[in-house]
């Protein structure tokens, strides 16, 4: 499958831990995004790297949230003590960086907190 | 403001018949769209896009259709199938300065396929 890959497909935590998710893009693609997503709800943007380059970041990027790329290839994003309202659907997508091109996303990692 | 809407939350379509869902947008700047399908416990999955300086694009069985004089876009699917059944977004990008990177979608609009 050459599609976005994201790992682990599914996480419950309890309030207060810190979790971390994995995305591994489309390999010819160097640009790769965050969203999240609520129940009923498109996806919102969280942040954006070109390469290894974190080029945008959301306002809903607390500091509790980091995102990293560090050889331009997969990304985490992780969350520090994590509140009930972090309970969503995280999603990656990465696209070409020529002009405007499509976003692919991964199936989205489900995080739960208790 | 910078916000992509739906008119119509749910559509139900019997099968072999054609669909319209549509999708309003509020920001003029906005210079690419994309439509996607999110199945349940799925990621969003690519459809069509456009650019602005497009008013039709065809694919296979999809037609996207782009009006800016009235800021909206139409995803027409021809013969409706089963597996059409999905939640359908639009996305819009900005296209230029420091939103180059983001997407904003709608709400979504659930498209129900009856036999």
């Known amino acids: 499958d050459t599609g976005v890959s994201q790992n682990p497909r599914h996480k419950i935590t309890k309030r207060g831990q810190n979790v971390t998710f994995r995305c591994d893009p489309i390999s010819e693609h160097n640009r790769l995004y965050w969203y999240r997503q609520t129940l009923g709800q498109g996806p919102e943007f969280l942040t954006y790297?070109?390469?290894?380059?974190?080029?945008?970041k959301s306002r809903l990027l607390s500091d509790r949230f980091s995102a990293e790329r560090p050889k331009g290839s997969f990304s985490t994003l992780e969350i520090q003590r994590t509140e009930q309202g972090d309970s969503a659907m995280y999603l990656c997508a990465s696209s070409f960086d020529r002009g405007n091109q499509p976003q692919h996303f991964g199936d989205g990692t489900r995080l739960s907190i208790l | 403001g910078e916000s992509v809407g739906l008119h119509l939350p749910t559509l139900s379509v019997q099968e072999g018949d054609n669909s319209i869902i549509n999708c309003a947008y509020s920001?003029?700047?906005?210079?690419?769209f994309i439509w996607y399908k999110q199945e349940s416990g799925k990621g969003p999955q690519f459809i069509i896009d456009?650019?602005?300086?497009?008013d039709k694009r065809q694919g296979q069985r999809v037609t996207v259709l782009l009006n800016k004089t009235v800021k909206h876009l139409s995803l027409q699917i021809a013969a409706t199938q089963p597996g059409d059944s999905a939640v359908y977004f639009c996305a819009e990008n900005l296209g230029r300065g420091s939103t180059l990177g983001r997407l904003y979608f709608g709400r979504g609009t659930q498209l129900t396929v009856w036999p």
């Open positions: 920001n003029s700047a906005s210079d690419y």
């Open positions: 456009i650019r602005s300086n497009m």
């Open positions: 790297f070109q390469n290894e380059a974190q080029l945008e």
